[in-house]
């Protein structure tokens, strides 16, 4: 093969002649439920190892070497390879579990029948991201059929868990899996996102002093202090109303002072996700009594989900919001002596930040193949967190590049299927223009 541009007019000409083929096997993927048992248990629905053993089939059928491992109890990782040099290596990566489809007398399709009307295929996991699974192994099939061989190394991570954590690219990760860059193929409306905030969940406890509610007004309004006066009690949950107030305006602080270009003004929001309070620290680090309000609470424990912006470290934002409660604590004699509690990576959860330039060569050749295809794309960054996140905090160069669809984590999901061709070509061609061929 004399150039790169002989190789990918070679790669779209197996794709002209074959252009459904990432279609069909998304609709095989989709009739496969594979919603992730962290949401449902449901041995018909948690069907993750016989999606891999699809994918495990067409990795294998277009010569890719397969590593497949249980990352949790029958919930495989899958992993094809094609050897090649280090430099210029690049994985691409897409996750096969799915969220649950929610009330089904919503959906007017069959969330796991793989319908296709208009131009359209439906399902749960349509676009979110069987599709995105089916045009990675579609492009490297395109390229093995086209006879091409390229100069770095290839890998295909077909993986679980991302809905819940990321487990499954964390394990990779864990194992060695990486490569200078990475494509992970979730759905990205025609954009290259080339960055996103990092993410982490944080548990704050508040400890009060537990009481009789009778004796509140023993708490708010100051008595004399004589021997006979009972010991005041501290209401947690009136220090959690102050203490989310300041959490609010820390927040409003953090988003009207610092910004990235390719993100939304605001996006590093620190959401209230979960609130518990009630009497008594449980073993499980939760109130024990939720359901007596004559008890003055003498535990709060507040759930964080804190986003922060591409171009920070997690050492730096701990040190902040570490400081910042720190401070919170100092205005108040009793949190003097009994701090507020924050506890970091919560259920395991932390997401790094993902801050690939815009000038990386690969997000160039995404962004000039997709414009030869006919499309717009516009170089951004990614709102939510995936798993590029995982393999950024590797030190790969990650981004995101995929279909354009709606309805994820909703109802009636589908992917388009002009688009899912488009991205199949695309990240043919971006996959010659980086690795390189012999
Ligand atoms: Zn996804």
Known sequence: MATSEDAVKAAWKVLDAEPDYATDLTQRLVRVPTVNPKFIQDAAQNR???????????????????????????????????????????????????????????????????????????????????????????????????????KGRVAMHSVVDEETGGFGAIDAVKKGYLAEAAIITEPSWGEIQVCEGGLEWIRITITGRQGHSAWRYNEIWPQRDEPARLRPAVNAIDIATRFLDAVRNFESSRCRNRQHPLLPPGMNTINVGVIRAGAGLGPDGLPLIMTNPAIIPDVAVIDLDYKFLPSQTKEEIRTEFESFVHHFCQQDLWLQQNPIKVQWELGGLHFPPMNTSPDHPLAQALFRRRSQLGGTPKMAGFIAVADCAHYAGAGVDAMICGATGDGFHGTDEYVDIASLEETTKTLAAAIIDWCGVR
């Open 48 to 150: 993750e190892p016989a999606a891999q053993d699809v994918v495990e089939a067409e990795l294998k059928a277009i010569g890719m070497s397969v590593d497949r491992w249980d990352v949790f109890k029958d919930r495989p990782n899958v992993i094809g390879q094609i050897a090649g040099d280090e430099k210029n290596s690049l994985l691409l990566c897409g996750h096969i579990d799915v969220v649950p489809i929610g009330d089904r007398s919503t959906w007017t399709v069959d969330p796991f029948g793989g319908e296709i009307k208009n131009g359209r295929l439906y399902g749960r996991g349509a676009v979110d991201m069987k599709s995105g699974v089916a045009a990675a192994i579609g492009a490297i099939r395109a390229i093995r059929k086209a006879g091409i061989e390229l």
